[in-house]
């Protein structure tokens, strides 16, 4: 299963591997692809994840999240 989230708050490097860290920490996520350009992540999960889980992980790392969906 794979999802897209859409993030604000982005400006560098350093914020893509903060993003990237935060959802690498959740059970279950097996890949993260943060793209800084296109304000957003995949991500690529091993089990079910719930949509609040991965915001909450994001928010606390200082971004806001705009929106998940499946793809």
């Excluded at 999960?45 to 991965?54: N, Y």
């Amino acid at each position: 299963m794979k999802k897209l989230m859409m993030i604000e708050g982005m400006s560098c490097m350093h914020c893509v591997n903060h993003v990237k860290n935060a959802l690498e920490e959740i059970q279950g996520v097996q890949e993260v692809v943060v793209d800084l350009q296109g304000k957003n992540a995949v991500i690529q999960l091993s089990e079910e994840v719930t949509d609040e889980v991965l915001k909450n992980a994001v928010e606390e790392a200082g971004y806001e999240v705009v929106e998940i969906k499946s793809i």
